[in-house]
């Protein structure tokens, strides 16, 4: 099948080891910018600005990828096309809350 093909790259450990340093680098990219912030004495960053992931939600934003390639769909704007639930494919809205 296409998933078994996939999962010939891209392995659950592989998978598991995108997670991981995704997280631990938007952890450090985001406490850095909040340490910035507090030293030039701007308005702190929202903690919520950049949540960890998991291996589904890595898999949902790599699928929304492979599709976007197939219907030719990747240089649209994302808010205007393809989060708009009227001008594009149900699945980026269902897969991506905004």
């Known amino acids: 099948t296409i998933l078994n093909a996939f999962k010939l790259f891209f392995t ?11 997280n ?7 406490d850095q910018k909040i340490r910035s912030r507090q030293d030039s004495n701007s308005i702190k960053l929202d903690s919520h600005c950049c949540k960890p992931i998991d291996r589904i939600e890595l898999e949902s934003f790599i699928g929304l990828l492979i599709q976007s390639g197939v219907n030719r769909s990747n ?12 001008q594009s494919c149900p699945l980026y809205c269902a897969t ?3």
């Open 12 to 22: 659950n450990e592989i998978l598991d080891q995108i997670v991981l340093h995704r």
């Open 24 to 30: 631990l680098y938007a952890k450090r990219y985001f």
């Open 75 to 86: 240089y649209e704007l994302l808010y205007d096309h393809l989060w708009n639930i009227s």
């Open 96 to 98: 991506v809350s905004l």
